[in-house]
């Protein structure tokens, strides 16, 4: 797997760009006994996490968030990454909800013998599992976007859906949705305003919702404990 | 194709026409599919010919290249919006011929799902396959999918799904089926992204269809099985 930056024990310093993080990942500093291997599109919101409560014994791999587009190969890429990384820590957490596996994300994970954060998705988990449940009912015509995805929405929606080349099609991919909604990790008004611009682009009304790290916290804690 | 602009479908022989058309399909040039079809009705072709040897063969060659990463969602669409403006000249005549009628499907996403463009492409290729199809559209509760059972006495049941949280409604909706003892004279076909062979068959359905190619087919199989039931 073609990983773009080099070996250095400092996160903040490996930590490619978003683009980057879509297309390649990030590859594990080989220090502390935990390594966290995550989807690329939760790098940010990890090293926060780390950052904020010194987890120095946490390491962190990412793997190319832009395996979302094709779920088989998540199931793929984690067991691959597991098989290299397991002799160099002592636990392997993997940082993926199903993301759209089936559930044989969790069945390979179970094989292996390591543990993933519970719940459907990302957006489930940012929200909190039990609250994102209780909502699906009255909020299933809603398209979600999180930090990460509002910064790489032409990368990640726009042009993987062609609308890029053929925006005739857009009513195609989103005319059973009713608004775009915004979960927030962070507060920040450029997100805020590109989230917004999203949402016009698709043709939807839009909703921003703060939720933080939500279940992602406290699966991490618990990890990290 | 660098001098396509000068092709000019109606001085074309039938054989060059049918290949120009799936290239076209291939392509997504609505236009030029809508007038393809006319060129070979005008030629005295029966409907269903144009039908299964231009549009739907046409197609089969996008599905592949489709299920072989050579083509991706976008251009499956456009080949898709080709054909049903293909289809929409065909279908009335269709009707008046009386094309052959391989059975009839009743299909729909399940409760809480909106996601809608692999059923319409199974529901698309099916009526290209002869099927008759009843699309209940999105969003649809256990009670709609009995409902229009007992209404339309389709062959089959399909149903699809893309999330992961919607996919396990299609169990609610085949044992409830078990439970009114309904089961046995529907095949249930399911689909949809996070689904695979083991979840197909752990919910009772009848087969899991990876894309609309693979629904056809095994639609045609089971079809083909139950009228040999019938008949024997």
Redesign the interface.
């Known amino acids: 797997m073609a990983l773009s930056a080099e070996v250095t024990a400092d996160p903040a310093l490996r930590l490619p760009s978003d683009a980057g993080l879509t297309e390649e990942g990030m590859q594990p500093g080989l220090a502390g006994r935990v390594l966290l291997l995550a989807c690329g599109a939760l790098a940010h919101e990890i090293l926060a996490l780390k950052k904020a409560n010194g987890w120095s014994h946490l390491d962190l791999q990412c793997l190319p968030a832009k395996l979302h587009l094709y779920?088989d190969q998540i199931v793929t890429a984690v067991e691959a990454a597991v098989l290299e990384r397991r002799a160099d820590y002592d636990q392997i957490f993997v940082v993926y909800a199903?993301c759209?596996?089936?559930?044989?994300l969790l069945k390979k994970c179970k094989e292996l013998g390591v543990e993933m954060v519970e719940g459907?998705?990302c957006y489930?988990f940012f929200e909190g599992n039990a609250v994102f449940?209780e909502k699906?009912?009255e909020e299933?015509?809603a398209f979600y976007l999180t930090d990460f995805l509002v910064r790489q929405f032409d990368a990640f929606v726009w042009k993987?859906?062609?609308?890029d080349?053929?925006p005739e099609?857009r009513d195609?991919?989103f005319g059973?949705?009713t608004k775009l909604v915004y979960q927030a990790q962070i507060n920040d008004p450029a997100l805020d305003a590109k989230a917004e611009a999203c949402a016009a682009r698709l043709g939807l009304a839009y909703e921003r919702r703060f939720t933080g790290y939500g279940d992602l916290a406290t699966t991490l804690t618990r990890v990290a404990e | 194709m660098a001098d396509e602009e000068d092709i000019i479908l109606s001085e074309l022989s039938d054989d060059e026409l049918v290949l120009q058309m799936h290239d076209d399909l291939y392509d997504g040039l609505k236009e030029e599919i809508e007038e393809g079809v006319s060129i070979l009705l005008e030629r005295g072709w029966t409907p269903y010919d144009v039908l299964t040897k231009a549009l739907v063969a046409g197609m089969t060659i996008v599905g592949a290249d489709f299920r072989d990463g050579i083509l991706f969602v976008p251009e499956v669409l456009l080949a898709a919006n080709a054909m049903k403006a293909g289809m929409a000249i065909l279908k009335p005549l269709l009707a008046e011929t009386g094309a052959p009628r391989m059975g009839k499907m009743v299909i729909g996403t399940v409760k809480g799902d909106i996601h809608d463009i692999g059923k319409n492409l199974v529901a698309m290729m099916m009526e290209g396959a002869g099927f008759e199809v009843k699309d209940l559209g999105i969003n649809n509760s256990v009670e709609k999918y009995l409902e229009a059972l007992e209404a339309e006495q389709p062959d089959i049941l399909g149903m699809s799904a893309l999330l992961t949280t919607t996919m396990p409604y299609m169990k609610v909706v085949i044992d409830t089926m078990k439970e009114k003892g309904m089961r046995e004279e529907y095949i249930v076909l399911v689909g949809g992204a996070p689904l695979n062979e083991e979840f197909g068959k752990a919910i009772g359905a009848d087969a899991y269809c990876r894309d609309a190619a693979v629904a056809v087919e095994t639609a045609k199989s089971f079809v083909a099985r139950k009228h040999n039931q019938i008949g024997a």
């Open positions: 779920p199903d759209g596996t089936g559930g044989l459907p998705h489930s449940a699906a009912e299933f015509t993987p859906m062609g609308l080349r053929h099609l195609m991919f059973n949705y």
